[in-house]
């Protein structure tokens, strides 16, 4: 026992001084340019704000290393689509109609296709001025696809050459980046029928909202029914309305006017208000006798609507609650 003690004793003060002669301040790992990419070469974690002016998003370059580098790196950026091709390929195969798409040109400017990383420093930001955002289509996806320039960059990773900059949009009331339900709270849908009798529905489901512009979402009207949203274009050009939120009304600092418009085809009336079916939206705090508040964004609506020109019309009044903490807002 007592030489097992010494062996132990001995191996312990060997691994000591091998640790107080070891140099952590020396550099461990080969120091090579990579774009910055959460999910196979895709980088999805950014969203753009609609609105009139635009928005700007970052293409990230970094610098591998467990030392702060020296000497400054040179970074080029170069355009690409080939990854672009391969995600298509890898998630949809031949279904070309769901393919994603490069954003437009006239929807971004990338001004600065060669920049440094900072001696000292491990990224540099490659801004991306993104406008005009509200020509897209809420149910496409679209990308920036890019790479590094290997006749500018000294040293690279070529597994981390190339990047996707999948473009997520939001405004106050929906986002791309995540679904956005809202759910209906004491709503019906009033269906006619030939013979002059009518069917009232409550819906209870929840409704996916899209942001169109900064002041405008999308959403199925009534209670209809897109089916698999990954094959559901037509229905959803055929069923959907917008909405338009307008000025602050002066009687209520937390409403707004809203306007009901056809999305694409659809034959849509704003009808008078009645009651809490105002057509307005509005930011609803309810409190319980506790203190405890509730946020809700929330739409009131009362309009009719038909898919086609021989339909008989269907009314709706509508409540569509979102619930938030306005301290950690996603939206």
Known sequence: ????????????LITLVSCNEYDFDQEQFKKEVNLLSNNELVYDRQVATLRPEGDTIFLVAG????QPSIEPYTVGILESDSLLKAYNKSNFDIEKDRFAKLLPTECYTFPNMQMEIAAGTSQVHFPVHLKSLEKLSPDTIYFLDYKIDS????????KKRHVLLRIHRKNNYATTKENTFYNYTSSTVV??????????????NANRVFPLTQT???????????GDYKKALNN?????IALEIGKQLPENPLSNELTIKPYKTIDVVQLTPIGEYDNTYLLNIIKTPDGRATYYKEFRLHYKYRIESTDLYREVKAKLRFEFNPRADKL
């Open 1 to 12: 026992m007592k030489k097992l003690a010494n062996i132990v004793l001995c191996t312990t």
């Open 63 to 66: 610098l591998s290393g467990s």
């Open 151 to 158: 006749l500018k960059t000294w040293n690279y990773n070529p």
């Open 191 to 204: 269906i006619p029928k030939a013979d002059g009798s009518a069917e009232v529905r409550r819906p209870t």
């Open 216 to 226: 405008s979402v999308r959403l199925l009207a009534g209670d209809e029914d897109m």
């Open 236 to 240: 959803i050009n055929k069923k959907s």
